[in-house]
Nanobody, 124 residues
Framework: QVQLVESGGGLVPAGDSLRLSCAASGGAFSLAIMAWFRQAPGKEREFVAAISWSGGTTYYGDSVKGRFTIFRDNAKITVYLQMDSLKPEDTAVYYC?????????????????WGQGTQVTVSS
């Protein structure tokens, strides 16, 4: 059974950095797309970033491009989201998701497996 466990959220002031982790287990991830989404209160779930497990190709949402970096550790089967220059509008619950088939999409409905989420709060 595929499991995704996020960690690393917290409360930080604007301009600070945080690193989120997503530890994956229970599946064959060699072809997977690993993605991060976020959801703020009253808003739809938004695509943040994604990485292909095999080739390391990365994708970013427009609102985080240049500030966030997604990368992976193959040995630990863990994906990270390095978030720099955080803004109050980055405040949300951040979710890790995967599509084991390797098809990239910015639509959250395309991803079958999800973690429980981790709260990120950026104060102004």
């Amino acid at each position: 059974q595929v499991q995704l466990v996020e960690s690393g959220g917290g409360l930080v002031p604007a301009g600070d950095s945080l690193r989120l982790s997503c530890a994956a287990s229970g599946g064959a991830f060699s072809l997977a797309i690993m993605a991060w989404f976020r959801q703020a209160p009253g808003k739809e779930r938004e695509f943040v970033a994604a990485i292909s497990w095999s080739g390391g190709t990365t994708y970013y949402g427009d609102s985080v491009k240049g500030r966030f970096t997604i990368f992976r550790d193959n040995a630990k089967i863990t994906v990270y989201l390095q978030m720099d220059s955080l803004k109050p509008e980055d405040t949300a619950v951040y979710y890790c998701a995967t599509d084991l088939l390797g098809y990239f999409s910015r639509e959250y409905a395309s991803y079958k497996y999800w973690g429980q989420g981790t709260q990120v709060t950026v104060s102004s």
